[in-house]
């Protein structure tokens, strides 16, 4: 099977920080690479992609960088809020495959 | 509202006896997916369904079933449960015409636990 994993399972920051989650993959012929938050108790949601044709991408407060040399994404989020306080997991996919592959999460905690 | 459905959410059940997870979207969405959930194993893809009478496995498909009789419904089957299959399941949704398949709503999960 795939493997998409993460550096660190907890990563703990002051809340107005940045904040940076790391995700390494194994396929060099993934396609997409896709950011899910889950908040305590719920279905994750939908951050971010980014297509292997980008190094970078950036949406509201959050940015992705795709390093495929070290097959390497990483999620920055900007101005770190207590609201941000969830998993995140970093998925894989690739163009018409329809399959995913999601690492197994890096808990932030946003310290007040 | 915008959602993805599950029922229960929460099933506590025997060994061997049948079982059926609904799922229902109301986006419209071509997309469905089933995913087990273990703690350290993140999520895990069971079944997907790029549409209706079309469906297909995921990575963990065994002691599953799924159908997709209409758009809106993909019903996750257990015909003998096995407390291995002890887990926290989310169905997902999402649009598949416009390339947008990896953009997936999920449903709120329903946690299983097989005695």
């Known amino acids: 099977g795939e493997s998409v994993g993460l550096h660190l399972p907890t990563l703990s920051v002051q809340e107005g920080d940045n904040s940076i989650i790391n995700c390494a993959y194994s396929?060099?012929?993934?396609?997409?690479f896709i950011w899910y938050k889950q908040e305590s108790g719920k279905g994750p949601q939908f951050i971010i992609d980014?297509?292997?044709?980008?190094d970078k991408r950036q949406g509201q407060r959050v940015t992705v960088l795709l390093n495929k040399t070290v097959k390497h994404l990483s999620l920055q989020i900007a101005a770190t809020q207590p609201g941000d306080s969830a998993v995140y997991f970093c998925?894989?996919?690739?163009?018409?495959?329809?399959?995913?592959?999601f690492g197994s999460g890096t808990k932030l905690n946003v310290k007040p | 509202e915008a959602q993805v459905t599950q029922n229960p959410r929460y099933l506590i059940t025997v060994t061997g006896k049948k079982l059926t997870v609904t799922c229902s979207q109301n986006?419209?969405?071509?997309?469905m997916s089933w995913y087990r959930q273990d703690p350290g194993l993140g999520l895990r893809q069971i079944y997907y369904?790029?549409?209706?009478?079309?469906?297909d496995k995921g990575d963990v498909p065994e002691g599953y079933k799924v159908s997709r009789k209409e758009k809106r419904n993909f019903p996750l089957i257990l015909e003998s449960p096995s407390p291995n299959q002890t887990s926290l399941y989310f169905c997902?949704?999402?649009?598949?015409?416009?390339?947008?398949?990896?953009?997936?709503?999920f449903g709120p999960g329903t946690r299983l636990t097989v005695t």
């Open positions: 997902a949704s999402s649009l598949a015409l416009s390339g947008r398949v990896y953009e997936q709503y």
């Open positions: 396929n060099s012929a993934s396609d997409y």
């Open positions: 980014i297509r292997s044709n980008m």
């Open positions: 998925a894989e996919t690739r163009r018409n495959f329809n399959k995913f592959y």
């Open positions: 986006m419209n969405h071509e997309y």
């Open positions: 369904s790029m549409n209706v009478e079309v469906t």
